[in-house]
DNA sequence: ACCTCCAATGTCAGCGCTAACATCGCTAGT
DNA sequence: ACTAGCGATGTTAGCGCTGACATTGGAGGT
């Protein structure tokens, strides 16, 4: 046991470390850690000098190094329900740009609603010593909310809105999406007003849409008329049957407000091949301002919710909460955004 | 310098780590890490007491730590243009989901097809050591072509389909859906057959869609009218006016092929307020199949690109790069996905 | 001349985990 | 009985970086 065992082989290839540009400028490795993470604690000689020898070496700071040293991380990952549809890409996109703009990465992951893999992802991004984590909505499963509360990294919910939950949300109110739509048709002169919604989802948010709708109509002395088409059929054949049937009835509705642009623009075509005049014989509404909303022959009218917005919001208060950004007063707990409406041809 | 110096306080938290766990159980930190990573080589009643103290403690593997030691992770970076067009969200979905199916995670950042922003991207992903990286298209900056040619993890380019380059690569030939359009137009009786494409966008591969329709135009002994709506304008309006403008000429074309789906339906909308019939006065065909094609009216017919095969099929590629999924022959470098005419009523 | 103070830089000890190697106990072959 | 061989587990030494603290040297005050 006298003397020491030989020195173990090294087991990463030839990477170009702290050390190695170091050497090269004759100085510490922690100098050079500091010309990454606090320039300004590095006279300007040496951050010139330290900088060329980064690009001579082509150095590649090791972020998981980095952060395990440090305990902190510049990746920030998302929850959320799908990735291509048309109601979050804006929302991804928002908050990555806003990510990338400060430095951050995005680790993003899909649930399509459903708790358990949500939890799945949330545990993974967990492991990473993430700077923050965002969900969607409110409603996780036990062993979520276990994690998201034992954990000291800020946590934001996106979409939803629910001011007696304590984490930081960046949302709207459904229901107020459905007074703005209501307001709208009646201030067009319409009375006679059905809402339409495909069963089938277990769209929740559409109810409150619905209700807030409901009681702005009552407000005026007026009923809202439900309508709901056969369960389990396509969104766009269910907008499709709801005008169709709405059509026949004796005392037609003057206007539908559709639970989103899909139904709307089934109910568009069929209207178009009924030969009924929209909006003159009838008023159509969605709410989501999808993309083919505008290409639709009348244009429909929607709402369109604050998509991009709730992701670059979300992304300023993740960064504010890290201290990146600076904010004046603490980061802002409740972020209320509106939806606008959006008038086109079928109102 | 007698007495050494007394320890230093930890810098983290009281978080629970492997030596936690391996002291509940009573076995060395190395048998839960195998627990975790090769869970073949504990014995089965260690397995079991390991699996309850890692639930009773609440332990989420720290990735970070075992990334560093092991100088790999289950991180795989994607740069793609953006994240909310109609084109990339599907890709990225069927990348994500297929990824998160055998336990890896996905990085993502957008480029806006500016090269400096996916360098940028490039850069910081290597940072992370991620398994494999996924570039969109084969145009780089010199700086990103540096850097992925001297690292060793599998990097896939996806989209484009360019059979010299050196990388796996997914995606499928502009030019074979030029090919596909034309035939379906020559077949159904086109004969005056105009390609309209947005001047303004720099989308060079709309240029191959443009030369596989009028090379196969030409081997039917007949002549592509190209045509580019004045520069500068939205992709609705351009499509508006290209077909008011081809409309008023003499000898009016009976086909319009547009470079993409947007194009095509402010085309379709033109013609509808100038009181057209499509297709009898005159086809319209797209390239894309975005959401509302079929919302249209007339629906559009259109080429639909393989958009999630070539998300899922790039996370396969990665994955048995990576040994994660079993592949008989080596890995396909090679991997031409192919397009789908999609024959609505606009033709 | 002396001291204080601050900015710039360095030393040292880990962060939590895993690769490589060592060891232990047992089975099986001779 | 003896040992080769194997599966299960332990020991050691980092992975590349950064936090806390130490040190240095010069500006500025008295």
Redesign the pocket.
Known sequence: MSD??P??????AG?I???DV?RQV?????????F??HP????E??RHRIGEAVSALG?V??LV??S?????SRIVGMVIPNISGPIFASTIQGFSDTLARHGHQLLLASSYFSPEQEESAVRAFLGWSPAALVVTSHFHSEGTEKLLAETDIPVVEIWDYQPERAPIQVGFLHYDAGVMAARHLLERGYRRIAFVQNSAAGDFSALDRRDGCAATLRDAGLELWSFAPSAGSAPFEAGREAMERLMQETHRPDAILFANDNLAAGGLLAAQRMGLRIPGDCAVMGFGDYAFAEMLLPSLSTIRPPSLGIGETAALRVLESLGVIATEAPVQRLNRLECQLVEREST
């Open positions: 020491p065992s020195p173990r082989k090294r087991r990463t990477r470390t702290l050390n170091a004759g100085v510490s490795a922690l100098t050079v850690s500091r990454f993470n300004e604690r590095v006279s000689e040496l150095y700071p090791n190094a980095g395990l040293a440090s305990a902190r």
